[in-house]
Nanobody, 123 residues
Framework: QVQLVESGGGLVQAGGSLRLSCAGS????????MGWFRQAPGREREFVAA????????YYADSVKGRFTISREYAKNTVYLQMNSLKPEDTAVYYC????????????????WGQGTQVTVSS
């Protein structure tokens, strides 16, 4: 059974930075795509970024491209989301997830989810 645990959320002023971590346990992620999603109050969960664990290919939502960077660390079985130039509209609960599917964008195709970590950006 795969377990994903996010950390690194918090309160930051607009223009600031945070780094989220997602530590995985239960198996290695060599065949997975790892994704970050977020959900703001009253809104649907939306795709933020994804990385193919083995190939290292990365994908981003237009709203975060150029500001956020997804990466992974093999030795720690951990995925990161470096968030720079944060905006109030980035405020949400951020979730880490894993999928075998090649479709990294679709939340319904992800097999495992973390519990989420709150990110709040003040103006």
């Amino acid at each position: 059974q795969v377990q994903l645990v996010e950390s690194g959320g918090g309160l930051v002023q607009a223009g600031g930075s945070l780094r989220l971590s997602c530590a995985g346990s239960g198996r290695t992620f060599s065949r997975y795509t790892m994704g970050w999603f977020r959900q703001a109050p009253g809104r649907e969960r939306e795709f933020v970024a994804a990385i193919r664990w083995t190939a290292g290919s990365t994908y981003y939502a237009d709203s975060v491209k150029g500001r956020f960077t997804i990466s992974r660390e093999y030795a720690k079985n951990t995925v990161y989301l470096q968030m720079n130039s944060l905006k109030p509209e980035d405020t949400a609960v951020y979730y880490c997830a894993a999928t075998f599917s090649g479709n990294y964008y679709n939340t319904e195709l992800y097999d495992y989810w973390g519990q989420g970590t709150q990110v709040t950006v003040s103006s």
